[in-house]
């Protein structure tokens, strides 16, 4: 995300150009399906230049998207797949990944909890790897806000901040933050623990201004049309961190929700030899800074080895030498099964729509 309002709209304008799928004419292409972060020039032309081949990106939000994308295309359109990693078996399941040479990768470098074997791998064998974390928390203004009151998620629902609060519309995380709150663990939401999230969250709602996805979130924070966002984290205010200072994030008492997202290479890719390396570049060490440090998002680079590509100052807005702490208060995404990811899905909606 850009420092201001003036280069969120320049950055929206960039991303769209960037994201322009061309035509796999070239054989020596790679055409990538990826979040918003891989469109960043810093992060693909060292690729482009280094291999003598055009990176072709389409960005897209959400995995059932990218599914979507996927089951419309033809066989080979696509090369590589960025996905959040509680998804990976999701695409593994349909067929959709190439094995990957475990080999190759630099996973003996990262941080241990980011490996994810369980979510990266199926019957031993690796089909993705993680590249990028963080959390799904509290951002809030320092200005307005009392730092103490955000190291408690019930100061959400006490009044102090009503009309000041949006919400991050991603059903996955904020439920995930309300279980935590409930005392819950995100791996025990179930269909009865979620019918008991319902009071609390339209209780929020109604002490919210918005509900919004990622540019709308940050631009509404970084304005000053709010003080606090409900699922926030160091993805959004890192690259505000410049122009002002006083936006900031924490990991309240009760824990927060990691997010993961890991990159594949794709079953039927027509340059299976290319997007591996497209995956190991990113998994670098030095892809890996870039990518953390990305124009649209920032956050940490799974390889912990990128810190000795990052400046002092770049450390200390993704709070490396906190991670430790950090990593043992977070919980992972909810992983429903189709019926209670419906019923999630159903709650959202009913408190968007109330």
């Known amino acids: 995300m850009p420092r201001s309002i003036h280069a969120l709209r320049l950055c929206a304008l960039a991303t769209t150009a960037l994201v322009a799928l061309h035509a796999p004419a070239a054989a020596q292409s790679l055409n990538a399906l990826v979040w918003c972060d891989h469109a960043d020039p810093e992060l693909i032309r060292p ?105 408690d998620l019930s100061a959400l629902w006490s009044g102090r901040y009503d009309g000041r609060i949006a919400i991050y519309d991603y059903y996955l995380p904020v439920l995930g933050m309300l279980a935590l709150n409930a005392g819950i663990d995100t791996a025990d939401l179930d269909a009865e623990a979620l019918e008991g999230l319902r009071a609390s969250l339209f209780d929020l709602r109604a002490r919210s201004r918005q509900v919004g996805e990622v540019v709308a979130s940050q631009t509404a924070l970084a304005t000053g049309e709010v003080d606090i966002l409900v699922g926030g984290g160091e993805w959004l205010t890192a690259v505000l961190a410049d122009e002002n200072p006083d936006l900031d994030w924490t990991i309240p008492e009760q824990g927060a929700v990691l997010w993961a997202q890991s990159i594949a290479a794709l079953a039927d890719s027509q340059n299976p030899d290319l997007a591996l390396e497209f995956v190991r570049y990113i998994a670098s060490p030095e892809g890996q800074a870039r990518l953390a440090t990305s124009s649209c998002y920032w956050g940490m680079p799974a390889n912990a080895a990128a810190g000795e590509h990052l400046s002092d100052a770049q450390r200390a807005i993704l709070r490396w030498d906190e991670q430790e702490g950090y990593l043992a208060r977070a919980q992972r995404y909810p992983v429903p099964d189709a019926a209670l990811d419906g019923a999630m899905q159903d709650l959202w909606t009913d408190m968007l729509q109330n």
């Open 47 to 151: 690729f482009e230049e280094a291999h003598g081949v055009r990176v072709n990106l389409r960005e897209y939000e959400g995995t059932a998207a990218g599914l979507s994308i996927l089951e419309q295309s033809r066989p080979g359109d696509w090369d590589v797949l960025v996905i959040d990693a509680v998804d990976v078996h999701r695409a593994v399941d349909l067929s959709l990944l190439a094995a990957l040479p475990a080999e190759a990768l630099p996973t003996a470098d990262f941080f241990p909890e980011l490996v994810m074997d369980d979510l990266n791998t199926r019957d031993g064998v690796t089909y993705a790897v993680t590249e990028k974390f963080g959390y799904n928390t509290i951002s809030f203004n320092r200005a307005t806000v009392d730092p103490a009151d955000m190291n």
